[in-house]
């Protein structure tokens, strides 16, 4: 059987969304140092990720039915929303003042934020219950991601080290599906899904 270029593709976006996650995480912790690259690529995570997210959904969208694609909708949402605040945080805060900053996430945008998040919890467990119970993607991958992406859409809300905890568990769950859908591009449908 040929391969299937979408879900290869959706499988190599997963683990690059692993590793920038991974990065995210060790420069926030101090492991990787703070400069224009690592603040340049930061945003992307959640870009690559949305990305995946469509190859993953698509591998399990009969399975997870109408919840699993309203799940994937609220996903969706949520990581295009985090993408929009990486974005701002790493290309437009370093330009304003601290003054400018604290006025902007102290006040509408600060709900905004809260939205998004919330957006992206509601989307990662409808998304992850679906994907569990229909049982086509490995469970313990489904799992990590939704044990780690719930501490990571809270990003201001918790402990900085739960946060980035978070980040490295749904990078473990994120890659694990990634490779998921790279070897299981190249077999049978009802063999990969067996395994």
Do not use: D
């Not at 959640?46 to 009969?62: D, E, H, N, P």
């Amino acid at each position: 059987m040929t391969p299937l270029p979408l879900y290869r593709y959706a499988g190599v976006a997963a683990v690059t969304c692993a590793v920038l996650l991974v990065l995210n995480a060790a420069r926030r912790g101090g492991l990787v140092p703070e400069n224009a690259v690592t603040h340049a690529i930061a945003p992307f995570a959640a870009l690559i990720g949305l990305l995946a997210f469509v190859g993953i959904y698509l591998w399990q969208r009969k399975e997870t039915g109408l919840l699993g694609l309203i799940g994937f909708v609220l996903n969706a949402a949520g990581l295009a929303g985090a993408f929009a605040i990486e974005y701002i945080i790493h290309f437009v805060f370093p330009y304003l003042t601290s003054a400018q900053v604290t006025a902007i996430i102290t006040g509408p945008t600060a709900r905004a934020f809260l939205v998004t998040a919330a957006c992206l919890i509601a989307g990662v467990l409808l998304f992850g219950i679906t994907g569990l119970r229909a049982a086509v993607l490995p469970r313990p991958a489904l799992t990590l991601y939704i044990a780690g992406m719930i501490p990571g859409a809270l990003r201001n809300q918790i402990p900085e080290p739960l946060y980035l905890s978070g980040l490295v568990l749904a990078a473990v769950g994120v890659a694990w599906l990634g490779v998921t859908l790279w070897r299981a591009s190249t077999v049978p449908r009802a063999i990969a899904t067996s395994h």
